[in-house]
């Protein structure tokens, strides 16, 4: 049983680009969330997608945007790249919005570095 | 809001010797609270949870936390270290109200253990 999976795993941009990050969820679970995690920082959470909307969203910009697949899996979109947003992209997926133990399924994340 | 407070950034120990990692917690409700890890490389795994069930909760690998409302603080502790502790761990508090997805993490504590 595949876990959650990333891609991809590393990725150098630079600023003002745009940059887009996959995530497929574990086997039976329909919601996603992506957490950005800086270096040395715990992390922060950026949006959560249930039956292919956003529904709830952390305190990050507008130039942050996803989407989610009928087949649940989801993309995260950054654009006009700044510095600060280097960073390890973490996804995490759970059965429901709320699930029921509270237990979030992270990938491995995918580490952008832009310059 | 809710936050968590992990008080030590850094925290070495001797193999065999025991571990605490502390933690303070604020929050509005009633809160659900969480520790994760995090190896090198690897994707976030959940170690234990308390969501207003007992008190002391036991993890995997030995590890527990014990909810204390009149300190505010879920410290993780484990009776003797094992070298494949080593790991950055964070506290991570959700307000049950909002969806157990939407994590707020601390900045984590690295945890060294010595031969």
């Known amino acids: 049983d595949a876990g959650v999976t990333q891609s991809p795993t590393h990725l150098i941009k630079t600023r003002g680009q745009q940059v887009t990050l996959r995530c497929s969820p574990k086997?039976?679970?329909?919601?996603v969330s992506w957490y950005q995690q800086a270096l040395g920082q715990g992390p922060q959470f950026i949006f959560q997608?249930?039956?292919?909307?956003?529904?709830q969203r952390g305190n990050f910009p507008d130039r942050f945007s996803g989407h989610q697949f009928p087949n649940y899996s989801s993309e995260l979109n950054v654009n006009a790249l700044l510095l600060g947003d280097s960073a390890l992209y973490l996804c995490?997926?759970?059965?429901?919005?709320?699930?029921?133990?509270?237990?979030?399924?992270f990938g491995e994340g995918s580490r952008l570095t832009v310059l | 809001a809710q936050s968590v407070t992990q008080l030590d950034s850094h925290v070495s120990v001797s193999e065999g010797t025991p571990v605490l990692l502390r933690c303070n917690y604020s929050?509005?409700?009633?809160?659900?609270l969480f520790w994760y890890v995090q190896h090198p490389n690897k994707g976030l795994q959940l170690l234990l949870k308390?969501?207003?069930?007992?008190?002391l909760v036991k993890g995997i690998n030995g590890f527990e936390a014990e909810f204390k409302k009149s300190e505010t603080s879920f410290h993780l502790t484990k009776p003797s270290a094992h070298m494949s502790d080593a790991a950055e761990y964070f506290c991570v508090v959700s307000d049950p109200y909002s969806g157990y997805s939407t994590l707020t993490f601390g900045k984590g504590t690295m945890l060294l253990v010595s031969p």
């Open positions: 997608y249930y039956e292919e909307e956003e529904r």
């Open positions: 308390y969501t207003s069930a007992a008190t």
């Open positions: 086997s039976g679970h329909d919601t």
């Open positions: 929050s509005s409700y009633s809160p659900s």
């Open positions: 995490a997926s759970s059965w429901s919005p709320g699930g029921s133990t509270g237990e979030l399924f």
